[in-house]
């Protein structure tokens, strides 16, 4: 599923239908209890399945602890 997810942020990249770091994208199965969502500051077009953060829905767990993204002009 996250291949397919991946594979049409590369198409839509390529069309012009979206930007490279703009917005998020995420993704639920109807029948499970988490959704996985695109990390801030990642460019769509050479996203990974690895880099989708799984966030539990009703647990609210996190495959991994969230990261802070500041733009390069706020880290110092």
């Given at each position: 599923?996250?291949?397919?997810?991946?594979?049409i942020?590369k198409?839509?990249?390529?069309?012009?239908?979206?930007?490279?770091?703009?917005?998020?994208?995420?993704?639920?199965?109807?029948?499970?209890?988490?959704?996985?969502?695109?990390?801030?500051?990642?460019?769509?077009?050479t996203l990974?399945?690895?880099q989708?953060?799984?966030?539990g829905?009703?647990?609210?767990?996190?495959?991994?602890?969230?990261?802070?993204?500041l733009?390069?002009?706020?880290?110092?």
């Amino acid at each position: 599923m996250l291949e397919t997810i991946c594979d049409i942020l590369k198409d839509a990249y390529a069309r012009n239908w979206i930007t490279s770091r703009d917005g998020n994208i995420s993704i639920r199965h109807h029948d499970r209890d988490h959704f996985y969502i695109t990390p801030s500051g990642v460019r769509k077009q050479t996203l990974q399945p690895d880099q989708f953060k799984k966030i539990g829905i009703e647990k609210g767990y996190y495959d991994q602890p969230p990261r802070l993204f500041l733009p390069k002009i706020l880290e110092k």
